[in-house]
């Protein structure tokens, strides 16, 4: 049973307080957050209560801690955990730029800590499950996948945009479906509701044979989370909320006309619902985070991952407000 405390107890931080007290692989010691509702959630969940994290580090026996304050906060935080040895989980984005988010793994790996970056919909089962089928060559060759999600404004938000708020989610998945990284992005971006930063954007990020189309926004009034991927021998299209996945398997017949022109034809597609095992992603990444202590081996989503993801959403930023295409290999060092 692995000792933890949770640092920041807002719209996320909260449910890793639920969770962890509802697991046995964990024990939840404490909590640390100086808002007074944070003293109420120790006391439902029956653990200490500090205002200060920095109190919680030094008197508390600790193993491992989940950081969910303000993106701002996550280095100094992670910063000062790892110092204390004690293994971390970050909420996404690991930091709020890409030499602050370098400099925890660096710190982390120096220290033998493990560092696992909460980029939530890798552990979704129903991404899981598109892995396997996408691996297994059902859909054939990948040609495109189109995300979207879309919702309305958070009004928790309050250091981001959908760069790093949503389309960092995207991003990590479709470096996590076909395991690389694009060569390079492109963006179209606005600031329609929001005052001061951007609401709603279009990437598009080029994995050579693979193109990938993110739109996120926060100016939709309905809350939409899905993906379709085209491969020359199918299609699929998940629903991350309802954790569902449907696959259509192409009918394709070759062959020449009576002028010897080539013509391909479709049949009708056969359909299937693919049978996902539905499970809360957030307890399912928690988990991993523990496994990955209990046996040290790497977490599913590792702090080179997380710096990955955020590297490209910065670029794809980037791309977005200067209005060209961008080479993933250009530097960025700023938020």
């Known amino acids: 049973m692995v000792r933890v405390c949770v ?40 653990c200490r209560y500090y205002p200060g994290y920095e ?23 992670a910063e000062r955990c790892i110092e204390h040895e004690v293994h971390i989980l970050v909420e996404k984005p690991l930091a709020d730029n890409i030499v ?5 793994v660096k710190l982390a790996e120096d220290k033998g800590v493990i560092l696992a970056v909460g ?11 598109l892995k396997e089928i996408i691996d297994e060559g ?6 495109s996948v189109i995300s979207k999600r879309v919702g309305i404004f958070p009004p928790q938000i309050k250091d981001s945009n959908v ?8 991003i990590d998945i479709f470096n996590y479906l076909f395991s690389a990284l694009p060569e390079r992005v492109f963006s179209k971006s606005d600031v329609v509701l929001a005052r001061d930063k951007e609401d709603q954007a279009i990437i598009f990020l080029d994995y050579g044979n693979i193109f990938c189309i993110s739109q996120v926004n926060w100016i939709t009034p309905v809350k939409i989370r899905n993906l379709a991927i085209t491969g020359n021998k199918g299609y699929a299209e998940l629903d991350f909320v309802n954790q569902e996945l449907k696959v259509y398997e192409s009918i394709i017949s070759k062959s020449y006309d009576s002028f010897g022109e080539f013509i391909i034809k479709f049949g009708s597609s056969r359909v299937r619902n693919i049978v996902v095992e539905k499970a809360e992603p957030l307890k399912l990444e928690i988990l991993d ?4 202590i209990e046996k040290g081996k790497q977490p599913l989503v590792s702090g080179e991952d997380g710096v990955a993801a955020l590297r490209i959403a910065l670029l ?20």
């Open 7 to 46: 640092i920041g107890t807002g719209n996320m931080g909260k449910n890793h307080v639920r969770v962890y007290s509802e697991l046995e692989e964990a024990e939840l010691i404490a909590i640390a957050d100086p808002s007074p509702e944070a003293k109420k959630l120790s006391e439902r969940f029956g």
């Open 55 to 77: 109190e919680m580090l030094e008197k508390e026996e600790i193993e491992a801690v989940s950081i969910a304050t303000p993106t701002t906060l996550h280095y100094e935080v």
């Open 100 to 104: 602050r988010a370098e400099k925890i």
């Open 119 to 129: 980029h939530i919909e890798r552990h979704n089962p129903a991404i899981k499950k």
């Open 138 to 143: 059902v859909l054939g060759e990948v040609t």
């Open 163 to 170: 760069y790093i708020d949503l389309a960092v989610h995207d």
């Open 289 to 292: 985070f523990l496994e990955s």
């Open 316 to 335: 794809a930023q980037k791309a977005g407000r200067e209005a060209r295409l961008i080479e993933v290999g250009e530097s960025i060092t700023t938020h």
